[in-house]
């Protein structure tokens, strides 16, 4: 499958060893049957009835990885999200978790959710749960739809929530300071699996989070009480790294990627890890000599997507004589983004935040238990 680098290809790298001494909805959920959970005063009612998500027709429907996809292509998304909710997304790194299907959730109703989530949050700390923003008063949670970012029919709009508290000795005309921030997503969603789902369930199975783990866990727990759901973490997989290291790479001749960072962790003793710096315009002649840019077929596909890895490697064995392909992809980032095995990723290009959330949308509904 590999394609030969042409004679007259170079790279221009910068390598660095480091030797480290250690180092619409969707049923697919982990239980059989329905369950009754106790909640408290919470705005709802002290004994829930049980919700019947687990055996929905999603079961008979079964998700596929993909074998191929169509090429990134930007898009000025700002022309259908506000530009102010966009901000919110761009920059920051954020921690990747999937989440089963919300039962009775609604987008009407945003508002009253802010202040449950908020009288949970107070409660908890209340009885003794350490919240690591320091002395509060109290917290201001909001949340808020964007618009723009769903794809299709069957995608349900994106949900943003963001969490305040002011210190216990601010002055009265202190505004509160964030304290956290995540949001839960569904991006061109399998629209067969969407569509098999009871109309009582809203699919938003990526959530992304920034902030301290002890408010995520408290959120995570909040949503699960209102809306029977499930959340798992949600890591990524070489395969995941090697289609946004192609994607990116073939946005380079229409918006400047300005670098491809690669790093890989080999099981050596201690452990090896190597970071592979490879020149933009290097890295599109060789994904443009697999996948031709002037190429009819908009599809890119998986073989494509390891041969463009497979040369990047040998390039690299011809110089440092160290078979990158004996080791695991960790990381990939250009200047529209980075991902991290672990689970962490960052925006840097609005304009191409289809592709990326395409991807992990699809991650995460794949992640789910069976």
């Known amino acids: 499958c590999s394609n030969p680098l042409p004679?007259?290809?170079?790279?221009?790298?910068?390598?660095?060893?480091?030797?480290?001494?250690?180092?619409?909805?969707?049923?697919?959920?982990?239980?059989?049957?329905?369950?009754?959970?106790?909640?408290?005063?919470?705005?709802?009612?002290?004994?829930?009835?049980?919700?019947?998500?687990?055996?929905?027709?999603?079961?008979?429907?079964?998700?596929?990885?993909?074998?191929?996809?169509?090429?990134?292509?930007?898009?000025?998304?700002?022309?259908?999200?506000?530009?102010?909710?966009?901000?919110?997304?761009?920059?920051?790194?954020?921690?990747?978790?999937?989440?089963?299907?919300?039962?009775?959730?609604?987008?009407?109703?945003l508002k009253s959710y802010s202040k449950h989530l908020a009288a949970f949050i107070a409660a908890e700390k209340q009885q003794g749960?350490?919240?690591?923003?320091?002395?509060?008063?109290?917290?201001?949670?909001?949340?808020?739809?964007?618009?723009?970012?769903?794809?299709?029919?069957?995608?349900?709009?994106?949900?943003f929530i963001q969490i305040q508290s002011k210190p216990v000795f601010a002055a009265a005309a202190d505004a509160p300071k964030v304290v956290w921030r995540g949001?839960?997503?569904?991006?061109?969603?399998?629209?067969?699996?969407?569509?098999?789902?009871?109309?009582?369930?809203?699919?938003?199975?990526?959530?992304?989070?920034?902030?301290?783990?002890?408010?995520?866990?408290?959120?995570?727990?909040?949503?699960?009480?209102?809306?029977?759901?499930?959340?798992?973490?949600?890591?990524?997989?070489?395969?995941?790294?090697?289609?946004?290291?192609?994607?990116?790479?073939?946005?380079?001749?229409?918006?400047?990627?300005?670098?491809l960072k690669l790093a890989w962790s080999l099981p050596t003793q201690p452990p090896l890890d190597v970071s592979y710096t490879v020149n933009p315009q290097d890295a599109w002649e060789l994904w443009n000599s697999i996948h031709p840019e002037e190429s009819t077929d908009d599809k890119i596909d998986i073989k494509e997507v390891q041969s463009f890895i497979n040369g990047l490697e040998t390039h690299f064995f011809r110089h440092f004589k160290i078979y990158l392909s004996a080791g695991t992809l960790v990381k990939v980032s250009t200047a529209l983004g980075s991902a991290h095995l672990d689970g962490k990723i960052k925006i840097g290009n609005s304009d191409y935040i289809t592709t990326l959330l395409t991807l992990l949308t699809e991650s995460a509904l794949l992640k789910m238990p069976t």
């Open 183 to 259: 949001w839960l997503t569904c991006v061109n969603g399998d629209p067969e699996y969407l569509r098999s789902l009871p109309p009582d369930f809203v699919s938003l199975p990526l959530f992304c989070t920034s902030g301290p783990e002890s408010l995520t866990t408290l959120v995570k727990s909040w949503f699960e009480r209102a809306f029977d759901c499930n959340f798992g973490s949600l890591a990524l997989n070489s395969t995941t790294l090697n289609w946004l290291a192609a994607l990116w790479t073939g946005c380079h001749s229409t918006c400047n990627i300005r670098y």
């Open 129 to 159: 749960v350490a919240v690591e923003v320091g002395l509060e008063v109290g917290f201001k949670v909001t949340f808020t739809a964007v618009l723009g970012l769903a794809e299709t029919d069957e995608d349900a709009e994106t949900v």
């Open 7 to 109: 004679a007259f290809f170079f790279f221009w790298l910068g390598v660095f060893l480091f030797i480290m001494e250690g180092r619409g909805s969707a049923v697919n959920t982990p239980a059989s049957r329905p369950v009754t959970r106790r909640s408290k005063s919470y705005g709802r009612s002290c004994v829930e009835a049980p919700s019947y998500f687990w055996q929905t027709p999603g079961h008979l429907t079964v998700l596929k990885i993909p074998t191929s996809r169509g090429a990134a292509r930007s898009q000025l998304i700002t022309n259908k999200v506000d530009p102010e909710h966009i901000a919110l997304l761009v920059k920051n790194e954020w921690k990747l978790s999937y989440v089963t299907p919300l039962h009775h959730f609604r987008h009407t109703q």
